[in-house]
């Protein structure tokens, strides 16, 4: 297996830098060789003269296509490990009218244009000024345009799946059109550009060369593409690359450096627990998978698309066996954490006054805020540490719903499971990292990033799109109004936040999973790193069906009418004023505060017991029938107290202002407390 230079994170490194500069040179190169530092043999297409830039492009489509086709049929490279770039409509509409409008102009492109410059043609020089200067241009309005920039965001987007045509087919669909191009580009030049037709030897070299692409793309049909592979990057290392390994430090990873590895969400990082499952459901580090020692060998699947792999277990013995038996394997990406879940406590969990003493005030602060950070993130969203025996069967939440639970909009594990294969039910996995599902995902399971639903609305950041753009993204997936779709991931408020737009669609039956994916994988479900193909179609919205959204002007007319109770769920310092990371501090005059977490099982991704959360919000004043208007700093974590108000408590009168504090604090004409 080979990894691309974006797979092992090697673009921003001097082997990166050299491989483009490589790459630029012999592009530049074969474009000259085409004649593409000329502007008149460029601008030729337009007028059927020469047809060059046709056949150059046809020539690297199909290169390209068919050598990456044949790559992934032996094996030797990942789809996964293909970087495939997000489709913004509105710039591609806008950018492309502009580049096309500049090529007939001028007869150049950016490429094109420095290959002309070294062929000391003055006019690519202009060319490229204008470019630069067009550059500083889009810098300056940039907040003009940035609405269409990062506007009409349809992800990554391909031919195949946007035409529904099996990429076999339509492989040999473009060959097929690419030799046609060819034939009816020399007929044309004859007939325009005054070309003489082609000898017969010639003729017959390009029948041959025709004949052969059709049968490497018709090849295609018959060879058997292989399954995701675990990520080999180098053969099994000698003994003596082990200890060179060790020797150098090569083998482990300090628990001060690991944690901020995963504090930080470093992408393609994967880390292991390797002890029992019962261990691992007492405690273990956030955001670990459990993959029991004997069970590895037989789950290196699971481990393929990770770029760096960390092992952990109590002490370092168990982990440096895992390290070890992954290394003859040929994973030159694992590492093994020093002194396991022991050393972890100690470095990064233990309070500062324990340790050495800091130097002086500016250290001590600096130690207990790196410390307090790392507690909050490995210990306060965990479970405790505790005897098995005093660990409830499972905690109280409103898991006990009756099944299947989606008059509430929420389905249990145990659901879920019981219904795997069934075709009318769609599972979205609505994590906002791609590469943790391409890691492993519940079977059948789509990907939807629960942040590629927002984008700038009205100039406000982070604002779910309208239901057109909702609708597009749907059917994209596949999804049809007589579905059942079944949302999850790691943070019940990603998952709350993507039904906040089936909501706006009117999608009759969709479901928020309980516990999300931790609470499917401590179970010991099924995992696969399989992605599903989906079935394209159309979605279409129900107009209307929006009537839960509020604006900045519904707020402002609502504001001490003495019956509507404006709740804002983010946490009690921000509400207070005490932290703020917006225009301003404070919250919206007469608000009520109870921050979304609270809300939860401390530690896990469940909501607690139906009557205790009921009890909480009538001490604020909010009851089955009171008007309420929920709200938090973007709308995210806000999408979860609706989510529970409306769907599992029940509460008939629940709006939910996305806009939220974010926008409120910017607007300096409204009041703030």
Known sequence: ?????????????????????????????????????????????????????????????VVALVGYRYLLAFGWLRAADVYVMPTYWGAAVVGGILFGVGFV?????????????????????????????????????????????????????????????????????????????????????????????????????????????????????????RGPAPQVTAPASPPDTFLGNVASGEDHVDPLEAARRMMAAEQGLTVVDVRPASDFALFHLRGAVNIPLEQLSSRLSELGKART??????????????????????????LALTDGLVGFWRDCLTPPSLGELPLNEQS????????????????????????????????????????????????????????????????????????AYTAAHIPGALYLSCESLRSTIDGVPAMVVPADEIGMQFGRLGIRRSDTVVLYSDNLRDATLV?????????????????????????????????????????KPVKGADTFTVTIADVKAVLGDGKTIILDVRPADY???????????????GAVNREYALDLVPGNELWQSADALRSAYEDLGITADTPVVVHCRTGHQASQTYFLLKHILGFSNVRWFDASWSAWAARKDLPAE
């Open 309 to 334: 792999v960390i092992l952990y277990s109590n002490g370092t013995t168990h982990a440096a066996q895992a390290w070890l038996a992954l290394r003859r394997l040929g994973f030159i990406n694992a």
């Open 364 to 435: 001590a602060k600096a130690l207990y805020a790196d410390y307090a950070a790392r507690r909050a993130w490995f210990v306060d969203q965990t479970p405790a540490t505790a005897p098995a025996e005093a660990k409830p069967a499972s905690p109280p939440s409103v898991a006990a719903l009756a099944e299947p639970g989606l008059e509430k909009h929420l389905v249990s594990t145990e659901w879920l499971a019981s219904v795997a294969g069934d075709p009318r039910i769609k599972i979205l996995d609505v994590r906002p990292k791609g590469t």
């Open 1 to 61: 297996m080979n990894g691309t230079l974006f797979s092992l994170e090697l673009l921003n490194t001097p082997a990166g830098f050299l491989a483009a500069g490589l790459i630029g040179l012999l592009f530049g190169f074969f474009l000259e060789q085409a004649g593409f530092g000329s502007s008149r043999k460029l601008t030729g297409i337009f007028y059927l003269k020469d047809m060059a830039v046709l056949k150059v492009m046809f020539t690297a489509i």
């Open 575 to 589: 509400f207070a004023g005490k932290k703020s990371d917006e225009a301003r501090a404070g919250h919206i005059p």
């Open 105 to 225: 102009m001028g007869g150049w492109c950016p490429g094109t244009a420095v290959v002309g410059l070294a062929s000391a043609k003055l006019d690519a020089l202009v060319f490229l000024v204008g470019a630069v200067l067009g550059g500083i241009f889009f810098n300056e309005l940039y907040n003009a345009v940035e609405p269409i920039y990062n506007g009409l965001c349809a992800g990554p987007v391909t031919l195949a799946d946007s035409l529904g045509i099996p990429i076999k087919v339509l492989t040999f669909a473009l060959c097929a059109i690419a030799v046609l191009a060819f034939a009816g580009s020399a007929a044309l030049e004859a007939r325009f550009g005054g070309e003489a037709m082609p000898d017969a030897a010639v003729r017959r070299r390009r029948r041959w060369a025709a004949g052969a692409v059709l049968v490497l793309a018709a090849t295609l049909f018959f060879v058997p593409e």
């Open 499 to 539: 039904s906040m737009a089936f909501a706006r669609v009117g999608q009759p039956s969709y479901a928020v999973l309980h516990g999300g994916i931790n609470k499917w994988v401590a179970e010991q479900r099924p995992m696969t790193s399989d992605i599903p193909a989906p079935a394209v179609g159309t979605y």
